[in-house]
């Protein structure tokens, strides 16, 4: 294990020692240099870490290894080293001479352009605080690098101080040994760098959100888009740190599934054409996409009917007592058919025996569909959508008529419980 370390850690050293030869430019800026300078010094510590460990191997254990390579190929790197360490040197000192040397006349032309020259003024953007959280580091990073590393305004020692002040809890005990210096700076964040650059703490943070979804006690639309978020929110995270979760289908749909009510799933398996294949995370996904913004919408409504204003019940005004006067004598004066007792006896008989005698259409079985355990295993929203399907009166469950030609005085309850 030690010695592909040792190998994978000294071929980048000199892999970004050749690189850095072969692309350096005059063009590249103090900031540029600094930062190779920062990546090579880490890539020398690796590589050193991995010498030491193999040295102190071979002379505390009796394995066979190659000692003379390993220190041979070790100082080869080392020499490449300290060859690009002093070119970088070089060339950052050669640049903030010629910063330095500058016309005074030139430089102040410059900053007058660039004080004056249009630019859309958007709102202050910062970073937040960075606590430690290997979650938060992602965003921590490119946000910090954006608005304090890549200013050219700012000098590393107000860099550091910046980094100060962002930071707390364990991400400030990394830096806070770091000198209040220009050098101090680099030492801070590589050090930041170095403790949370850690693809499989990272990689364990996202498996432990996935692994412990909150459970999803009541079916509201809320609870439901927050699930979902979480989960795609974790997909998303790992193929950004190249983990390959094309196959994880099933697993999701499985962690899912556990933290959602009853009667979602019961909605799910009824979207499935064939409840015997496994469905994909896709079809999850839209699925709850569908649910949270049906329950969403029917939240809405209901809320929107609880606040219209109650009926007028009260007396009429002096000034409509005319009117009203008239229209319920018009009322009063027009006949109004109603069937008479006998026949709405024999109406509500031959519809009572035509449900105690028919079959059932969703279970097939000789009973009818208010007995039928399928049914009443439903909740409301699916038994409406399965009467509706089946074509039975919504008021009393018949099939010899539908629900306007219904003259049963009785409505069903199985429909609003």
Known sequence: MEMEDFKITTTDLIEFVEDHLQTQSEDDSVYTLEIKRVELNSLYEKAKRSYDAIRRISR?????????????????????????LASINEDVDARKTQVSTQPIKERTSEATMMDFAPAVHLPPCDTDIFYGDYTTWPTFRDMFTALYIRNPRISNVERLFHLTQKTRGEAREVIQNAPLTNDGFILAWKNLVDQYENKR???????????????????????????????????????NL????????????????SKLPKQTLETFEYTLADNSDIPTWSNFDNFLTHKYKTLESVGNFKASVAKLPPFHTGTVKRTDEKKYNTFHANVAETPIARPSNTQRNNNFNFTQNSIDT??????????????CPKFLAMNVETR???IKKYGYCYNCLAV?????????KFSCRKLST
């Open 60 to 84: 505390e254990s009796h394995e066979t290894i190659d000692f003379f390579k390993v220190k041979e190929k070790y100082q080869k790197s080392y020499r490449m080293y300290l060859s690009c």
């Open 201 to 239: 703490l990272q990689v364990n943070t996202q498996l432990k959100t996935l692994f412990n979804l909150p459970q999803v006690t009541q079916e509201t639309g809320c609870a439901i888009k927050s699930l979902q978020r979480s989960v795609n929110n974790v997909l998303t995270n790992l193929n």
């Open 242 to 257: 190249e983990i390959d979760t094309q196959s994880w289908d099933p697993i999701l749909i499985y962690l899912c599934s």
């Open 358 to 371: 028919e079959s059932c259409k969703l279970c097939k079985k000789q009973h009818p569909i208010r007995e």
């Open 384 to 386: 409406i959508s399965t």
């Open 400 to 408: 010899s008529h539908s629900y306007k030609n219904c003259v049963s």
